[in-house]
């Protein structure tokens, strides 16, 4: 018997230890980063948005940062409440629409948009290999990034 609760706290003890791990990969390659929500796929900056517009109107999802953890669900739950939304606690072409945000558009054109990145905590958006991109690099177009960041004045972008 004592050797079976000894076993048995051992498995737990490697349960909760790896449900608390969980791996955060930075994004490397030159395509957009985005967030996948149930059947619609937001670019990080539509987000980032969502979140500034949920924070002006009081609705707090705490600091933006393009990503949707659970400040921004729920802010999105009581917004969509408030305004007679079907509550669905996700980003959708109806909370965008009364939001008045025009979601980015995560497909590839034709025509190449050049490519330019900005930290979590940034306020500006950096060339590739800017000094000031060693910890995060969040990949967007820069015609994006020239509507909500300023430019590096060490990469010059």
Request: net charge positive.
């Amino acid at each position: 018997m004592d050797n079976f609760k000894r076993i048995l706290a051992k498995i737990m003890i490697v349960l909760c230890l790896s449900s608390m791990v969980t791996p955060y990969a930075f994004p490397i390659s030159n395509s957009e980063s985005v967030v996948r929500v149930q059947a619609a796929t937001y670019s990080k900056s539509t987000v980032y948005r969502v979140q500034e517009k949920l924070n002006y109107h009081g609705y707090s999802c705490g600091e933006p940062d393009g990503k949707i953890g659970n400040h921004t669900k729920t802010a999105i739950r009581e917004y969509q409440k408030d305004k007679g939304l079907k509550v669905t606690g996700t980003i959708n072409k109806s909370l965008l629409k009364s939001l008045h945000i025009k979601a980015t558009s995560t497909t590839v054109s034709n025509k190449k948009e050049r490519i330019v990145y900005v930290t979590e905590s940034g306020k500006k958006y950096h060339r590739d290999g800017c000094r000031y991109l060693w910890h995060s690099r969040i990949p967007m177009k820069l015609s994006e990034a020239k509507k909500y960041y300023e430019p590096c004045s060490v990469c010059n972008p």
